[in-house]
């Protein structure tokens, strides 16, 4: 399967500071990623859809000047938390899919704790 | 409003017997199903995938049923083995927009 990376696996930061996820498609360009979020023993929850070369589109519910994304390259899209609080601790994976394909492939998430 | 459901949050299976993992969906407007595997504090791990042009996809231990009439789709793993327990979600998704949804997972336990 395709791979696609993320960094950093682990961050624990403190209240009102920023964070930074990268998600890399490593052997594949990727027009779209989409970045999703999960609470412990829930599902994985759509935040948005990152579109290189324009604004990321956001699901219901979701702040997007809080979650800031940017999709500069169809290798590489980043997350930003931007004052993050403790309910923001959760783990965010990004998953990637091949041009003209439907199967998505997921990076290995990084695990956010905000103390 | 849950579009994927996935109604046995667990199930525990002897080994070398089969596993039948269930998810049924209400938006007709999905055309793309999935499933993936996942372990605690680690991404998603694609397994298998359907098209609603089909009804039976199979891939070596793992086959996805589809009944879009009922709306209902399956995975059977056979035979099990104790390196399949993990969690294992159901995705669907319509092919104009990409965007996963994700039904709540099944937690596999599988015994020796």
């Known amino acids: 399967g395709a791979v696609v990376s993320q960094h950093p696996s682990r961050v624990i930061c403190k209240s009102g500071t920023s964070v930074k996820i990268e998600c890399r498609s490593l052997?594949?360009?990727?027009?779209?990623m989409f970045w999703y979020r999960q609470f412990p023993k829930q599902s994985l929850m759509l935040m948005a859809t990152?579109?290189?070369?324009?604004?990321?589109?956001?699901e219901q519910g979701v702040e997007k000047d809080k979650f800031l994304i940017n999709h500069a390259s169809l290798t590489l899209s980043t997350l930003t938390v931007t004052s993050a609080h403790p309910e923001d601790s959760s783990f965010y994976i990004c998953s990637a899919g091949r041009l003209y394909t439907d199967t998505q492939y997921f990076g290995p998430g990084t695990r956010l704790t905000v103390l | 409003d849950q579009q994927v459901k996935q109604n046995s949050p667990s199930l525990s299976v002897q080994e070398g017997r089969i596993s039948i993992l269930n998810c049924d969906y209400t938006n007709s407007m999905f055309d793309y199903f999935l499933w993936y595997k996942k372990y605690p504090a680690e991404g998603p791990t694609f397994l298998i995938s359907i098209s609603s042009i089909k009804d039976k996809n199979e891939d070596g231990r793992f086959t996805v049923f589809l009944n879009k009439s009922a709306k209902h789709l399956s995975l059977h793993i056979v035979p099990s083995q104790p390196g399949d327990s993990a969690v294992y979600f159901c995705?669907?998704?319509?092919?104009?927009?990409?965007?996963?949804?994700f039904g709540q997972g099944t937690t596999l336990q599988v015994k020796p």
């Open positions: 052997d594949f360009q990727a027009t779209t």
């Open positions: 990152s579109n290189e070369g324009s604004k990321a589109t956001y």
């Open positions: 995705a669907a998704s319509n092919s104009n927009t990409g965007k996963l949804i």
